[in-house]
């Protein structure tokens, strides 16, 4: 991409413009808490954030909600898929199905679903139930999407050419539909992850009892600015993380 | 009879929709038998109870209001995302070099979940209804500025070039190519955005609100009302579906000189 337009002095300039502008917010966050005296309730001093990080790390506290929040991410994701590609793998087998419930899936995706949230509170309690099954459901439809149109639009010429050399259920099914349809699944597979942590976060952000969500908000009711920065970056740094891990997989797998 | 139900199976075979509605109303059944019948009352309460006192909840003294206000909050967070993100998306599109250095910070902080930093927005923006608005421009933003980037970026280099040299302005290039040609992408950015819009304004409503609709859904589900509350919903979904209507129409309806 580098070389196309511009060469490599192009793309120097424009990490040293990166760099400046993380290095500028750094100092200009210093400089605030120190020389201009910004309340410290409002924008804690980034030192004490980073001694505050250091604690965490150190003493193993963000265990706990570290278990209880990937234990619910694990839960909902794998409820998610497996939900997402046998009913979509259904509704695929029939061209009939997939005009039925297509588009029953896509508008339903469409509604913020996170609305229905105090319904699942008072349906699961506030404990990791509610997370799980809301976050199971948010990460449903994106999966049985993808699954519909990566089984459902599989090119018929292709079907055609294996049915006609004599393959077989098994064999059509393992070397021409999931080849051709494991690239969108995997992509809804991303999109279903991401927003499955999305909504367990926030979810444990709104309404509950333990977590990494929940840790942020007791410690911003708490007014402990320092710690909650700290926790924030720690989430934000987590979350990125699984999501490039995720990106990478899907990458890795579309492949093979 | 046996015709009678060929002319039926031949209907839904014309028409998925019918099947569809078919889904829909055996659902509602099944959702109307189970709360009749099999869930305690305290938890679920059957459609047609929750169809029958929608006015009930509407008569609730400050939903009106809270409805009123969340409305206001989606329609004004929405505006300064399109303003901000269109201003923002040309100032980094149209350069490559600005380009290349900010579009990986922009899509760095896209990729980062937003939701943690939420009670940083309550802190900075008050309970009041600035917080939403701030939170909701926070998740409508990223979506237009991305995809104006990236429709800028599709512009033929010879349409400019054969612009300039027919001697148009910068603010001729600006208005006769690079905006008919940005248009498609950009209402695709709105329809992404409001998604978005919706999302950063319901989460902090949900979180924290003294006078919105997060105040009364927090009410109902403490005092049990599953009718009350199920009708709330109702009505904030039927408000979300009809907002991304909207702009999913105008979508359609502006993209379509491009396509042909």
Redesign the interface.
């Known amino acids: 991409m580098a070389g196309r337009s511009g060469g490599r002095g192009w793309s120097l300039g424009s990490r040293a413009v990166q760099a400046a502008f993380l290095i500028m917010l750094v100092v200009l966050w210093y400089l605030a808490t120190t020389r201009w005296r910004v309340n410290p309730l409002l924008l804690p001093n980034p030192v004490a954030v980073l001694r505050e990080l250091g604690d965490i790390l150190r003493s193993g506290e963000f265990v706990d909600d570290l278990r209880i929040t990937l234990t619910e991410l694990a839960i909902a994701f794998a409820l998610a898929t497996a939900g997402g590609i046998v009913t979509g793998y259904v509704i695929s087998r029939a061209a009939y199905l997939i005009r039925v419930f297509e588009p029953l899936f896509a508008g339903i995706y469409s509604i913020p679903i996170i609305l229905f949230l105090p319904l699942y509170v008072l349906f699961f309690g506030l404990g990791p139930a509610s997370k799980i099954a809301l976050g199971a459901t948010i990460g449903f439809f994106p999966i049985v999407l993808n699954t519909i149109a990566g089984f459902g639009y599989v090119e018929r010429m292709l079907i055609v050419a294996a049915r006609s050399m004599g393959a077989s259920d098994y064999q059509l099914f393992r070397y021409v539909l999931l080849p051709a349809a494991l690239p969108v699944i995997l992509t809804g597979l991303r999109m279903g992850f991401t927003i499955v942590l999305l909504s367990i976060i926030g979810s444990e952000t709104i309404a509950s009892l333990a977590g990494l969500g929940h840790r942020i908000v007791h410690l911003a009711e708490g007014m402990d600015m320092a710690r909650m920065f700290a926790y924030i970056a720690f989430v934000v740094v987590i979350a990125v993380v699984l999501n490039m891990i995720v990106s990478t997989l899907e990458a890795r797998g579309k492949r093979q | 009879m046996t015709a009678g139900a060929l002319d039926i199976k031949r209907i839904l075979?014309r028409h998925?929709g019918v099947?569809?509605l078919g889904?829909?109303v055996f659902l509602f059944i099944a959702w109307e038998i189970a709360a009749r019948w099999f869930v305690d009352p305290m938890?679920?309460s059957p459609p047609s109870r929750v169809v029958a006192s929608l006015h009930r909840v509407w008569q609730t003294p400050g939903v009106p209001a809270a409805l009123h206000i969340t409305l206001w909050e989606l329609g004004i967070a929405f505006a300064l995302s399109v303003i901000i993100g269109l201003v923002v998306g040309l100032a980094v599109g149209l350069q490559?070099?600005a380009r290349?250095?900010?579009l990986?910070?922009i899509l760095l902080l896209y990729?980062?979940?937003q939701?943690?930093?939420?009670?940083?927005f309550?802190?900075?923006f008050g309970i009041g209804p600035a917080s939403k608005i701030a939170f909701g421009v926070s998740h409508g933003i990223f979506p237009i500025i991305v995809t104006i980037v990236a429709g800028v970026q599709n512009l033929k280099p010879i349409l400019l070039v054969s612009a300039r040299s027919m001697g148009a302005s910068r603010w001729h290039v600006l208005r006769y190519v690079v905006f008919p040609h940005m248009i498609p992408s950009f209402f695709a950015g709105m329809r992404l955005a409001m998604?978005g819009v919706?999302?950063g304004v319901?989460?902090a409503e949900?979180?924290v609100s003294t006078a919105g609709i997060g105040h009364f859904?927090?009410l109902?589900?403490q005092a049990?009302d599953?009718t009350k509350?199920?009708g709330l919903?109702a009505i904030?979904?039927a408000m979300?579906?009809v907002l991304?209507e909207v702009v999913r129409r105008a979508e359609v309806k502006f993209s379509r000189w491009h396509t042909n």
């Open positions: 075979l998925p099947a569809r889904v829909i938890f679920l490559p070099f290349r250095s900010t990986p910070i990729g980062t979940p939701i943690t930093i939420l009670p940083l309550i802190l900075y998604t919706l999302l319901l989460l949900l979180y859904t927090t109902f589900t049990f599953p509350l199920l919903v904030l979904a979300a579906i991304n």
